[in-house]
């Protein structure tokens, strides 16, 4: 049976970011023996967008984001679903009140995402609604960080257990379609 590939998108490779970008990378050799095939896919700044190279595991080229913002997140779920179809995992480790706004279009797009995202308290109803309901139609898990004045450490904790409850269920389903 081969293990799942689990594939991290990153929003944000600030303090947050880094921090779990290090825990994974330095975690996989871990993540495999429980076989979970953990993964950073991209990491994306405001203006650089760095992809895995596939030929050099946990190595990224760069590219630079060429779209205005109103493109930048459509040309980048395009990437994702053309590139990593399954198992992604979105992360946003950014405090940008915009990239909340469309979190229930990530879910949309085939998407799990766990947000570090300190903005999340000002979701409108309409909005947390919208996300409450995209993650059961799409059948994606949503997660957010409630307390956002802990350390960066705790946050990125906070993320890493996550990706492994999401990764788990991953290996479920995927047992489970090849069972039947």
Same mark, same amino acid.
């Given at each position: ?72 997140? /459509?040309? @980048? ?11 992604? #995992? +979105?992360?946003? *480790?950014? =405090?940008? !009140? ?49 307390? /956002?004045? @802990? ?11 996550? #990706? +492994?409850?999401? *990764?788990? =269920?991953? !290996? ?9």
């Amino acid at each position: 049976m081969s293990i799942p590939k689990i594939n991290i998108v990153l929003f944000g490779p600030g303090k947050i970011g880094s921090l779990l970008v290090s825990e994974v990378l330095k975690n996989q050799t871990k993540y495999l023996e429980i076989e979970r095939d953990i993964r950073v896919s991209l990491v994306v700044s405001s203006s650089l967008v760095f992809i895995e190279n596939k030929k050099n595991k946990n190595a990224w080229d760069v590219s630079f984001i060429k779209s205005s913002k109103s493109e930048r997140i /459509t040309n @980048i779920v395009s990437y994702i679903q053309n590139n990593n179809p399954e198992n992604v #995992i +979105l992360i946003d *480790a950014t =405090n940008s !009140s915009e990239l909340i706004n469309e979190y229930a279009y990530f879910i949309q797009s085939g998407l799990n995402l766990i947000s570090l995202n300190k903005n999340n308290s000002t979701l409108l109803q309409r909005q947390i609604d919208e996300i409450r309901i995209s993650s059961e139609v799409y059948l994606k898990r949503y997660v957010e960080l409630k307390n /956002t004045s @802990i350390t960066k450490e705790k946050a990125s904790e906070f993320a890493l257990q996550n #990706i +492994l409850k999401i *990764a788990q =269920n991953v !290996s479920f389903y995927t047992t489970a379609k090849k069972a039947v």
